[in-house]
Every structure is written in structure tokens, then in C-alpha cells.
């Protein structure tokens, strides 16, 4: 049974920093790539953050220079550190695995202006 389990969410004012974690399980985690969507009031949900198996990286263009995805395959978690966070970046966050409909419960960001 997969599963993926978020943390690290909460209410942070603008300009400050969050790190989220998703810790990973019945995958084998250091083969799959895994990625960061979120889904804000009334929008549509996207794509944020992305790392290969490799390490290679991609970013949607909102949070490019400001979010770093990282993964530790030791521990099956991956990172997404966010700084310099915006109203805008106000979301529920979700771990998943791409390619598969594997997806996490999500954590709740909430940046206040």
C-alpha cells in the first residue's frame, strides 16, 4: 500500500519560509521521481515542483527562484523549502509521484499579507 504523507504546513506572513516534507512508503522511492502539486482557493491545481530519480529538477514559473524541491532517498522524503512566499502561494500542497495517481492527503499553506 502507497503512501505519502505531508508535513511542514501552516500560516507564515509574507516574505517568510516553510519547509514541507513528504515522507514516502510501499514505493521504491529512489527510482521514482516525485513532485509537488497545489491546488489554491478557486484555481486549478498545478504543478510546482518536480526531482527525477537523479536529481534533476523543474519549476513552474511562479516559484522559480524562490522554492527548492529536494529529495533524500535515504529517509523516502522529499523536500519543498519555500522562502520569499506570497499571499498568492496560499494553497493546499500534495505529494506526488508522477506518472501514477499516487497522491498525498496535502498540507495547508496559508500566507498572510
Known amino acids: 500500500q502507497v503512501q505519502l504523507v505531508e508535513s511542514g504546513g501552516g500560516l507564515v506572513q509574507a516574505g517568510g519560509s516553510l519547509r514541507l516534507s513528504c515522507t514516502a512508503s510501499?514505493?521504491?522511492?529512489?527510482?521514482?521521481?516525485m513532485a509537488w502539486h497545489r491546488q489554491g482557493p478557486g484555481k486549478q491545481r498545478e504543478l510546482v515542483a518536480a526531482?527525477?530519480?537523479?536529481?534533476?529538477?523543474r519549476y513552474a514559473g511562479s516559484v522559480k527562484g524562490r522554492f527548492t524541491i529536494s529529495r533524500d532517498n535515504a529517509k523516502n522524503t522529499v523536500y519543498l523549502q519555500m522562502n520569499s512566499l506570497k499571499p498568492e502561494d496560499t494553497a493546499a500542497y500534495y505529494c506526488?509521484?508522477?506518472?501514477?495517481?499516487?497522491w498525498g492527503k496535502g498540507t495547508l499553506v496559508t500566507v498572510s499579507s
Open positions: 506526488t509521484v508522477p506518472g501514477t495517481n499516487f
Open positions: 510501499g514505493i521504491i522511492f529512489s527510482v521514482n521521481a
Open positions: 526531482v527525477s530519480s537523479g536529481g534533476l529538477t
